[in-house]
Each structure stands twice: as structure tokens, then as C-alpha cells.
């Protein structure tokens, strides 16, 4: 299978991934956000999900820092209705 060299499939594939961390991790995306412990609650999922995205991309577009953006955009933006100290 080719690498995806094209931002805009890259950038689908990393919004697809972190989806995915958030329909199956509600609970603990949740709760990570209540109590300021997102990314230390959701280290080893996202550190799974980067290395997917890593696999199917090429290292130029890894360096786009695509999927990054994709946690941020999907699975923490989705959750800001959740009440929190953080915001």
C-alpha cells in the first residue's frame, strides 16, 4: 500500500482516527477532562493512534504535525460541553 502523500487525505485519515478515540474512550475522554487529566488518561490510545497515522503517511506529512491537530480539533473541541476546570 502507497503512503499518503497528500495533506488533505492525511488530514482525513488523522480526523478519522481521533473519531475513533472518541466514540470508543467517551468515558475516559470525559472524565480525563473533568479532572485535568486528559492526555495522561488518553496517553496510550493517542500514542496508538499517532503511531497508525505514522505508518500510513510520509514522514513529510507526519512533520505537518496533522494528526496533532486532529486530537485537538475531534476529541477535545467535541468535548466542551463537558464541565471543567480547564475552561
Given at each position: 500500500m502507497a503512503l499518503i502523500d497528500k495533506p488533505d487525505r492525511a488530514r482525513q485519515l488523522a480526523r478519522a482516527i481521533a473519531s475513533d478515540l472518541?466514540?470508543?474512550h467517551e468515558k475516559e475522554i470525559i472524565e480525563?477532562?473533568?479532572?485535568d487529566t486528559?492526555?495522561?488518561?488518553?496517553k496510550e490510545h493517542i500514542e496508538e493512534g499517532r503511531t497508525?497515522?505514522?505508518?500510513?503517511?510520509?514522514?513529510?506529512?507526519?512533520g505537518l504535525n496533522l494528526y496533532d491537530r486532529a486530537i485537538v480539533d475531534v476529541?477535545?473541541?467535541s468535548k466542551g460541553h463537558v464541565k471543567s476546570k480547564i475552561w
Open positions: 472518541t466514540l470508543y480525563g477532562i473533568e479532572n486528559l492526555f495522561v488518561v488518553m497508525l497515522f505514522k505508518s500510513r503517511v510520509t514522514p513529510d506529512i507526519f476529541l477535545v473541541k
